[in-house]
């Protein structure tokens, strides 16, 4: 019986029972090479619909991060992203061992094989209607209380503009900035303070996702004025070596030519980011 049972379970598992001859074909998992992989220098703060911080965990982490992950995907690339302050000034330090370096200007001054433009960011001037101001041109901003974002002055050129104004203030915080444009102030005590009203100099992109944040904080109705003062300045990837460029702009192409890029923007909201009020 014993012996019965042995020819029926070796006739179920040939492999593991028959003897192996030299010829016997036999079946080998094929583990594909991995990709190379390349380090991407991208903003430590919090950059959203751009770079999303507190979904870094995810799946999704912002626009311009999936942009990147998928075009350099579709170029037989890994990307593994380095959230570093003050990336730029890291980028030529062999010590972050850095391939990329993302939202970067043409103009930055930096050397390197710089990608097709990645994104554009559209920075605008946002005050609330009953601030009685009427902003038309930098030179209107002279004097008054700005929020504004790190490095503002530099990028959007307003050296002379805020030159020894006490009331402009560079903040990383953008939520803050958006909360301070639409906290309800008291006009008497404003006024007691000879403190002006403010205005928020922001990316239109930056501002529409953190004003949909503070809906449960403030009230995010209440009527504002926007004026587009500084023209649309393209971002690009920057790289040390040529033909990662290449293959990024390649990716990048295929990615913005598939549906797929579409499906990124929907994700992301950006068709609907333009404000309107």
Not at 111 to 128: E, F, H, M, W
Not at 152 to 169: F, Q, S
Not at 218 to 243: G, R, S, W
Not at 257 to 266: F, G, I, T, V
């Amino acid at each position: 019986m014993t012996r019965f049972f042995y020819i029926i379970l070796c006739g179920l598992l040939v492999v593991g029972c028959a003897p192996q001859s030299a010829d016997t074909a036999q079946t080998v998992d094929v583990i594909a090479p991995s990709k190379p992989v390349v380090r991407v220098a991208a903003p430590a703060t919090d950059m959203p619909p751009y770079f999303i911080a507190e979904a870094r965990d995810l799946p999704h982490a912002g626009l311009e991060h999936d942009m990147i992950a998928e075009a350099f995907d579709q170029a037989g690339y890994r990307v593994e992203f380095i959230y570093l302050r003050s990336r730029l000034k890291k980028f030529n330090k062999p010590v972050y061992q850095i391939d990329c370096v993302t939202t970067v200007a043409e103009d930055s001054g930096l050397k390197g094989a710089y990608s097709v433009p990645l994104v554009a960011y559209q920075d605008i001037a946002i005050y609330r209607n009953d601030s009685g101001l009427n902003i038309r041109n930098l030179d209107d901003l002279k004097g008054k209380s700005i929020e504004t974002f790190s490095n503002a002055r530099i990028h959007l050129g307003l050296e002379e503009v805020v030159k020894d104004n006490p009331y402009y203030h560079e903040h990383s915080s953008k939520a803050s900035q958006v909360l301070l444009l639409y906290r309800q102030h008291d006009p008497k005590k404003d006024e007691s303070l000879r403190k002006p009203p403010r205005i928020l100099l922001m990316d239109k992109n930056l501002f529409a996702y953190h004003r949909r944040k503070m809906a449960e904080m403030v009230d995010i109705y209440q009527p504002i004025t926007i004026n587009y003062l500084f023209p649309e300045k393209p971002y690009k990837l920057l790289c040390h070596q040529p033909e990662i460029r290449d293959a990024f702009d390649k990716g990048l192409a295929q990615l913005r030519d598939s549906k797929r890029y579409e499906a990124l923007q929907d994700h992301y909201r950006l068709p609907i980011f333009e404000v309107t009020d």
